[in-house]
Nanobody, 126 residues
């Protein structure tokens, strides 16, 4: 079992920045190309939306079109932690952000992930 714990959400003005963290614990999460860690966002009343994913091994990263250039995902393997640096935030970025992990073959599909954190709220005021 892998446990994921997110932190770093909060209230920020339009154009501001936040950094989210997701720390994995429990069963060692193999840093191999078959393992993926990702961030999804869920706005009120909407479905969970893919933001970014990082594949283990070479840390290749894949962004959604609407977030590329504003959001950056990084990993600190020594801390079993991934980060989501969010910048140039917009009100439409408001929602709960979830960290996910698993052997996802289709990285943009939330059903491909085995483990989820509890989510952290991001609110962007206009």
């Amino acid at each position: 079992q892998v446990h994921l714990l997110e932190s770093g959400g909060g209230l920020v003005q339009t154009g501001g920045s936040l950094r989210l963290s997701c720390t994995a614990s429990g069963r060692t999460f193999r840093n191999s190309a078959s393992q993926v860690m990702a961030w999804f966002g869920q706005a009120p009343g909407k479905e969970r939306e893919f933001v970014v994913a990082m594949r283990g091994g070479d840390d290749s990263t894949y962004y959604s079109d609407s977030h590329e250039g504003r959001f950056t995902m990084t990993r600190d393997a020594t801390r079993n932690t991934v980060y989501l640096q969010m910048s140039k935030l917009k009100p439409e970025d408001t929602g709960v952000y979830y960290c996910a992990a698993g052997g996802a073959a289709i990285i943009r599909d939330p059903d491909e992930y085995d483990y989820w954190g509890q989510g952290t709220q991001v609110t962007v005021s206009s």
